[in-house]
Antibody, heavy 125, light 111 residues
Framework: EVQLVQSGAEVKKPGESLKISCKGS????????IGWVRQMPGKGLEWMGI????????RYSPSFQGQVTISADKSINTAYLQWRSLKASDTAMYYC??????????????????WGRGTPVTVSS | QSVLTQPPSVSGAPGQRVTISCTGS?????????VHWYQQLPGTAPKLLIY???NRPSGVPDRFSGSKSGASASLAITGLQAEDEADYYC???????????FGTGTKVTVL
């Protein structure tokens, strides 16, 4: 089965570090970009960044540049999202997504075709 | 803040048609970048609903349709059903931000 399996819920204190994971299976992990999306409680979706697991080429949203680190270990088909010092405002659900590729009118198109179930992160003192 | 604007909510009775707008600008939808739509049922992860403006992935009912014109796009749901009650998000690429952007999201309520 083609899927992205995310690590479990986390409860942390402000100032602590955290690394959550997203493991891909059922497809060639190294040939699809993997992104991360934040959803704060009761709010909408925010794109954080994306990584190409084969060479770890990474792009960040300006809103998240310097706030988080996205990485990947292609030997174990896993992408990561990491914080060095959490804040209460990091409390959210975090989804990993696969950037799929299709063809429309002979032109390649890209979209987020596969989503993990999400990792809830709670940061509270 | 999202650069793609959607109405916060729309509602309709079962069987009716509802539409959700997604308004962008010259650096995203207006620049020709594709618009995709996602459905988020309560308590679940989002799911791809429409890709590249008008295309449905396999398994998505044909009562969902998308369109795009200029710097805006729309999602239409015809024959509204109770199971369509969810949040809907548009998504595109923004050249000014050099990254992907989501819409503000629209909650669809079936009366």
């Amino acid at each position: 089965e083609v899927q992205l399996v995310q690590s479990g819920a986390e409860v942390k204190k402000p100032g602590e570090s955290l690394k959550i994971s997203c493991k891909g299976s059922g497809y060639s992990f190294t040939t699809y970009w993997i992104g991360w999306v934040r959803q704060m409680p009761g709010k909408g979706l925010e794109w954080m960044g994306i990584i190409y697991p084969d060479d770890s080429d990474t792009r960040y949203s300006p809103s998240f540049q310097g706030q988080v680190t996205i990485s990947a270990d292609k030997s174990i088909n896993t992408a990561y999202l990491q914080w060095r010092s959490l804040k209460a405002s990091d409390t959210a659900m975090y989804y990993c997504v696969r950037r799929g590729i299709g063809v429309v009118n002979a032109i390649p198109v890209w979209y987020f075709d596969l989503w993990g179930r999400g990792t809830p992160v709670t940061v509270s003192s | 803040q999202s650069v793609l604007t959607q109405p916060p909510s729309v509602s309709g009775a079962p069987g009716q048609r509802v539409t959700i707008s997604c308004t962008g600008s010259s650096s995203n939808i207006g620049a020709g970048f594709d618009v995709h739509w996602y459905q988020q049922l309560p308590g679940t992860a989002p799911k791809l609903l429409i890709y590249s403006n008008t295309n449905r992935p396999s398994g998505v009912p044909d009562r969902f349709s998308g369109s795009k014109s200029g710097a805006s796009a729309s999602l239409a749901i015809t024959g509204l059903q109770a199971e369509d009650e969810a949040d809907y998000y548009c998504q595109s690429y923004d050249s000014s931000l050099s990254g992907y952007v989501f819409g503000t999201g629209t909650k669809v309520t079936v009366l």
